[in-house]
């Protein structure tokens, strides 16, 4: 496989600061779900969107040429299989003028690109038409930047299963109650080891 090509898609969280962007992350997990937003869909469409940069590239998140992004070094992966059989595509990059040469079926896929101006291509985005993009631990894993934030996410989900066991053996047994403690599912890529 070529190094500047990927067979994976990542959602990547937005936050004002890194702690917001990983509760944004924590959120997205606990819910198994990333909802759509109409931002930057110029038919209005709710799509849920991707980049298609390869891992290796990111570790500091998805930054276009001038080292600044929204986005954070928080997110999902998933393949780009997986995303095209939810009906997910590439954006389509063209002009303003452009927009109405799309038949309405495509519409959701226009991204206005006007260099040197406007120019978005550094994100490589792929979007999902939906209100919600459902997921699980079968066809996703989660993106953070290093071990430190792995551990804290694995840490903070033990301790809300053991919160769990304790309010359960209130009304049940204490060793039934630890019976319903889940492992932490999910596979954790950190991006300093990639």
Not at 80 to 99: D, L, T
Request: charge should be negative.
């Amino acid at each position: 496989m070529r190094e500047d090509m990927s067979d994976f898609l990542i959602h990547f969280t937005k936050g004002e600061d890194i702690e917001a962007a990983y509760q944004n992350l924590r959120s997205i997990i606990d819910q198994s779900v990333v909802y759509g937003s109409n931002a930057k869909i110029r038919d209005g469409s709710n799509c849920v969107c991707f980049s298609e940069a390869p891992i290796s590239s990111l570790k500091s998140g998805l930054l276009n040429p001038f080292f600044y992004s929204p986005y954070s070094p928080f997110g999902i992966i998933t393949t780009k299989e997986h995303i095209y059989g939810q009906g997910g595509r590439p954006v389509i990059y063209q002009s303003e003028a452009e927009f109405h040469h799309l038949s309405f079926g495509n519409s959701w896929r226009h991204m206005c690109y006007e260099p040197p101006a406007v120019d978005f291509t550094w994100e490589r985005e792929w979007r999902v038409k939906t209100d919600g993009y459902h997921f699980h631990p079968g066809n996703t894993q989660i993106i953070v930047p290093d071990d430190s934030w792995a551990q804290r996410l694995i840490e903070e989900h033990d301790a809300e299963q053991q919160w769990q066991t304790l309010q359960y053996s209130q009304i049940m047994d204490e060793l039934l109650a630890m019976q319903y403690e889940e492992p932490f599912p999910w596979v954790v890529i950190e991006l300093e080891n990639t």
